[in-house]
Nanobody
Framework: QVQLVESGGGLVQAGGSLRLSCAASGRSFSSSFIGWFRQAPGKEREFVATISTSGAYTYYADSVKGRFTISRDNAKNTVYLQMDSLKPEDTAVYYC??????????????????WGQGTQVTVSS
């Protein structure tokens, strides 16, 4: 059974940093895009970042570009999201997700079939 487990969330002051991890098990995901999404209270889930199979290509939401960095270690079946210069508006539950069979665009949540349970990130002002 496929499992994705996020970790690394927490409470941080504005301007601080956190590093999220997403560990995958059940199968290898080295041939899949893996993305990060987030959902704040009362808002829809939104795209944050995604990374190609080899890690050569990365895509970011405009709101996090220049502050967040996505990376992956295929040997460990793990994806990371380094978040720097955090802002209160980054507060949300962060989810990692693995690409499914149908590509609706790398920024669309519909492209991703497997999801983790999420990890809370809270940025205080």
């Amino acid at each position: 059974q496929v499992q994705l487990v996020e970790s690394g969330g927490g409470l941080v002051q504005a301007g601080g940093s956190l590093r999220l991890s997403c560990a995958a098990s059940g199968r290898s995901f080295s041939s899949s895009f893996i993305g990060w999404f987030r959902q704040a209270p009362g808002k829809e889930r939104e795209f944050v970042a995604t990374i190609s199979t080899s890690g050569a290509y990365t895509y970011y939401a405009d709101s996090v570009k220049g502050r967040f960095t996505i990376s992956r270690d295929n040997a460990k079946n793990t994806v990371y999201l380094q978040m720097d210069s955090l802002k209160p508006e980054d507060t949300a539950v962060y989810y990692c997700a693995v690409e499914g069979r149908v590509n609706y665009g790398v920024r669309s949540s519909r492209t991703y079939d497997y999801w983790g349970q999420g990890t809370q990130v809270t940025v205080s002002s």
